[in-house]
């Protein structure tokens, strides 16, 4: 007998790309039940407006028992000055804790996409280890989801597994004001890119049908392993990210450099635990950069 997984959020950048993921390398394996504000009309879809719903209105979509939640839902941030909004963040908190509250029983397994922006300014290699102090409301946010899952699942004696996100790249980003979005569009109007400061800022990318299939073998994971960070264990410098989209494009352009005071914070990371737990990236930044490029 199939599983019940339940999934939230899949409207949205990674939501989406795993359910196209699950539907490929998982159809037969589990039953989909979607809590969503739209309608999926390939799944059960409990209906919720403005994250209002109930316990019964799993039962009217003959919803008796879930026995897998996965929690991708969530406000994320599309900008800078959208990661300090202290009502969206703060949203982020109430719907997990409402969602806990009407689920129509304790799952066996809950896992919980968290962020790397619960790290902050870290200037060494960062592993789950790593001190963790946000500099946004949104990474407070998570930070304080969680606190209350780990509190949560002891309580109900319920598997948890929180995945921490890093920078995930990969076509559907294109509402997101990042480096590799903003780059494609205005490479693709022909005009030059540009970059802030000098471009030596580093950064790792996953790609996002990497991220999907790390997601779904964390489901496997016997007990909580506390919490897994998903991210490339390669570094590339942005200014390097951009030269190769350029290359990509064969547009013959060049890069503006905007002068600021603030460098950004380099990422690097040691994904020792996520590769001996949940496995290895297999797409290349250069062929997931032309993938996204040419989507």
């Known amino acids: ?13 990674i939501g989406q790309s795993l359910l196209k993921f699950i539907e490929i390398n998982y159809e037969n394996d589990y039953e989909i039940v979607l809590l969503s504000s739209a309608v999926n ?41 959208e990661a300090n909004d202290i009502n969206k963040s703060n949203a982020n908190i109430f719907n997990t804790k409402y969602l806990l509250d009407n ?34 409301m949104y990474g407070w946010s998570k930070l304080y989801c969680e606190k209350l899952l780990e509190n949560w699942s002891k309580e109900n004696n319920i598997i948890l597994q929180i995945l921490r996100i890093g920078h995930i790249y990969g076509k559907g980003e294109k509402a997101y004001k990042k480096v590799i979005p903003v780059t494609i569009q205005k490479l693709k109007n022909g005009e030059n890119p540009q970059i802030f400061g000098i ?5 790792s990318f996953l790609h996002v049908d990497d991220v999907s299939n790390l997601i779904m073998r964390s489901i496997f994971l016997e007990k909580y392993e506390g919490v897994i960070n998903l991210c490339s264990s390669n570094s590339y410098a942005i200014k390097n990210i951009v030269e190769m989209l350029i290359e990509i494009s064969t547009k013959k352009v060049q890069i503006d450099y905007i002068k600021t005071e603030n460098r950004g914070v380099d990422f690097e990371f040691d994904t ?16 997931g950069l032309a993938d996204e490029y040419f989507e």
Do not use: C, W
């Not at 007998?1 to 950048?13: E, P």
């Not at 209105?57 to 800078?80: M, Q, R, W």
């Open 41 to 81: 009309e390939n799944y059960k879809t409990v209906l919720h407006k403005n994250y209002t719903f109930n316990k019964q209105d799993f039962e009217k979509n003959g919803i008796l028992k879930i026995d897998l939640v996965l929690h991708i839902g969530a406000f994320t941030p599309k900008s800078e000055i």
């Open 103 to 136: 689920l129509p029983n304790p799952p066996e397994k809950f896992i919980f996409l968290s962020t790397l922006d619960v790290y902050g300014k870290i200037e060494t290699i960062i592993n789950e280890s790593s001190f963790t102090n946000p500099l946004t």
């Open 199 to 203: 471009g030596d800022e580093k950064r």
């Open 272 to 287: 020792s635990k996520m590769n001996r737990l949940l496995g290895f990236q297999k797409i290349n930044i250069k062929d």
């Open 1 to 13: 007998m199939k599983k019940v997984l339940l999934l939230t959020g899949t409207t949205g950048f």
